[in-house]
Structure formats: C-alpha cells, structure tokens
C-alpha cells in the first residue's frame, strides 16, 4: 500500500516529528540500521533548513523503488524524501551545496550533509519562488550519485522515471504509480483509486502489482489485463504509457479522469483518456496514441488532485533536473490556499536522462 507521510514543517516541534516519520518508514521497508540512521539526518537537515531559510515548508516521505525495475526482478526500495517551500530561494545554490554554508548563525551543514549521505540528492531553487530538495537513500549502500541514477544509459534513448504523491488522507493514499522496464520498453502507469483512503489504495495497489507482471504489454492490452485484475476493488482511473526505446516512439492509452501532457519542441499536447473505471466499466474500444520520442521530450502523468490548469514555469530546466523534483515543482506551484485540496495528488514525470554525464 502507498504510504506517504507528508509533515508540514512551520516550527521547531515538526522537526523530530519528521525524523520520526523518516525512521518509521525505514522499519516498515527493513532498511538496516546504519541506513535507517542516514534517512533520519538527512530528512532532519532538510526539515531544519526549511525553518531556518524559507519560513516552514513541507516534507513528503515514501518508499520508492531505488530505479526502475525489471519485470523479472523484484524492486530495490529506497526511501525518497522531498522537501518543498515557497520561500526566498538560494541566491547562490553551489556555494550552498558545500559543507558550513551558511546564512544564518547556525553551523550550516545541511545541504552539504544530505548531497553526502544521499544515494541520490538533487535540488532546484529561484530566489523569490522558493526551493525544492530530493534526497533517495536506498536501503543498501550504493554509489553515489550528486544528481539521479541512469538505468538506462546503455540504450539509444535513456531515460528516467521520477514522482511525488500527497495523499488526501493522512498515511494511505488512494493513487500509485510505478515505472518498469521489459525488454526495449520503458512503462509508466499511473492509477487513481476511486475515492480515497485504504480501499482507493488497494485497488491503485492492484493496479502497481499488475504492471510488474505485465509490462511487456502494450498500453491497451495492459489496460485489458487490469480490468480484471481490479475487479474486486473498487476501481480506478488509469494512464499508461510507454516508451519503445528501439523505435523512440511513446504510446499512451488511458482511462478514467487522469492527466497526461506530452511536451516535444517545447510545446505542450495533452494526451486523452477515455471515460470509465478500470475494473468496473471498460470501454470498448481504447485510444492508442502514438508519439515519437526524442531528447528534448517530457511526459507528465498525474490523477485529479493536481489543478487542471498547472504549468511547468518557463526556465526550469527539466531536462536536467531529477523527475521527481519536476513533479514537485509541478505540485508546488499549481497549490493555493483558495482551493482546498479534494483528493490525493500523485505526478509522475518521464524524462530524458541528460547526455551529458559521465559514462
């Protein structure tokens, strides 16, 4: 089940409740101890930084798959903490990057601290917008990575999967998404439960579970293989899409009231679902949109918690970014305290792996 402990941070008493949130979520994945103890400093540091530079913010802690996986082996979890503000910025993010920065009396570590113990850490800041940090520890110990991993990079068109998901009721949320690899083909699903809670999380649940024993299907048989897998839930919208790395084309099939947004040359398409319920009502004919694919592509996927009108503000540069900080971004700046959130709130991005790193 996808449980997500999402810890607004606006005073000093938030902070352990945050390191507490963090070692709790390391028991319930198995993570040993020296693991369990990075994740807890690191989601710290993060929850002290947002007191002390932005005002408060907010901190969003869930288990993750450490990459993409097969569909013949089963995933590596890693726990993914995401730290979001609407503060001041960094005025100078590299300087900030390094151990003892600081703009404040304090010892100034923070930063420094999490790109260190971090499996992956990446950040993204403008001054007068605010910040968004990532940190994945994985359960076991890894190389380390200053940005995001690259499961791809052997491929013609690598790529990589990233995502946030804010659920409405506090602990389960009714949405699920997962990326998995089989053969040549990269697959992303994301799926929105009907309603929320445990039972909106059992069948977005069903849904993660059948992707992994199914992801060399194409979208529309994938989505067949779902209806009945999801029949005794209560159901959910669902988007898939997937990329064919040999031919570099996207193909995506949908169903129910969820979001997806092809972006190619810089300019957005949305990509439509048909009406129904995945495992309730299937509609008989399904959609198959086909796309070609290159360096310069982003997908978005996400349910209906996320406002219809959201953007990707001009000069992020997403194609550098790790795809989980995009999908925060596109959480953060969409919110507004004149629209109360209804429902849980789950983005997932796919996105070109940068080709210029190291091999």
């Known amino acids: 089940m996808t449980r997500v402990r999402d810890v607004p941070v606006h005073d000093p008493t938030r902070v352990r409740d945050v390191r507490v949130a963090a070692n709790d979520a390391c028991g319930l994945a198995g993570f040993p101890a020296d693991r369990a103890a990075a994740a807890e400093l690191v989601a710290t540091e993060l929850a002290t930084n947002l007191l002390k530079h932005a005002g408060g913010g907010q901190i969003l802690i869930e288990t993750v798959d450490a990459e993409p996986a097969s569909d013949a082996s089963a995933p590596q979890p890693a726990l993914q903490i995401v730290a979001i503000d609407h503060g001041p910025g960094i005025p100078d993010l590299q300087a900030a990057l390094g151990d003892g920065f600081s703009t404040t009396a304090s010892l100034g570590a923070g930063l420094g601290t999490c790109r260190r113990l971090a499996d992956v850490f990446d950040v993204h800041s403008t001054p007068g917008h605010g910040t968004v940090a990532l940190a994945r520890i994985h359960a076991s110990a890894r190389a380390r990575s200053s940005r995001t991993e690259q499961p791809y990079r052997r491929d013609a068109v690598p790529v990589r999967a990233g995502g946030v998901n804010i659920p409405f ?191």
């Open 169 to 359: 009721v506090a602990g389960d949320s009714g949405d699920g998404w997962a990326c998995v690899r089989s053969g040549e083909r990269i697959t992303v699903l994301l799926a929105d439960g009907l309603g929320h809670g445990p039972a909106a999380a059992d069948a977005s649940d069903a849904a993660v579970r059948q992707l992994r024993q199914a992801a060399h299907l194409t979208p529309p048989e994938l989505l067949g293989v779902l209806h009945g897998a999801l029949r005794n839930t209560r159901g959910a919208a669902v988007a898939v899409a997937q990329l064919d790395l040999a031919a570099g084309r996207l193909a995506f099939s949908g169903v129910g009231n969820v979001g997806a947004r092809f972006r190619s040359d810089g300019n957005w398409q949305h990509l439509l679902s048909h009406p129904g319920i995945v495992g309730a009502h299937r509609p008989a004919h399904l959609r198959h949109q086909r796309l070609p694919w290159s360096t310069d592509c982003l997908l978005v996927l996400h349910s209906d918690g996320l406002p219809s009108r959201w953007s990707l503000k001009a000069g992020v540069p997403s194609s550098a970014l790790d795809p989980a900080v995009t999908a925060a971004l596109i959480v953060r700046d969409a919110s507004s305290s004149a629209r109360p959130v209804r429902d849980d709130t789950t983005v997932a991005v796919l996105s070109p792996t940068p080709s210029d790193r190291e091999p």
